[in-house]
C-alpha cells in the first residue's frame, strides 16, 4: 500500500468533487458525497482546517470503491 499523504479535509473534498463524486447531502459538517460511476456512498467530515487522518482517508476510497494508487496519482496532476 502506498503511503497516504496528510491532506485538509476542504482539499480533500475539492479532490474528491472532481474524481467522478458528487454532493447528496450535508449535515452540520458531515458531507455525504456518492462516486457517480458506481453509487458508493461515503461520508466527509469537514471541521473547519483540520486534517483528515490518513486512515480515515483510506476507509472513504474503500467506501466510495476508488483505488487509493489511481486517487493519489489524480492528486499529483492536478
Keep these: 500500500m502506498p503511503k497516504i499523504p496528510v491532506i485538509k479535509a476542504k482539499d480533500f473534498y475539492k479532490y474528491i468533487m472532481k474524481y ?3 454532493l447528496i447531502g450535508i ?12 453509487n458508493q ?6 471541521h473547519g482546517g ?3 487522518a490518513p486512515p480515515l482517508l483510506a476507509k472513504t476510497l474503500k467506501d466510495l470503491d476508488i483505488d487509493i494508487n489511481d ?4 492528486i499529483k496532476n492536478n
Excluded: P
Design 20 to 22: 467522478n463524486c458528487k
Design 27 to 38: 449535515t452540520g459538517s458531515h458531507h455525504r458525497v456518492i462516486n457517480t460511476l458506481n
Design 41 to 46: 456512498v461515503s461520508v466527509i467530515a469537514i
Design 50 to 52: 483540520r486534517d483528515l
Design 71 to 74: 486517487f493519489l496519482e489524480f
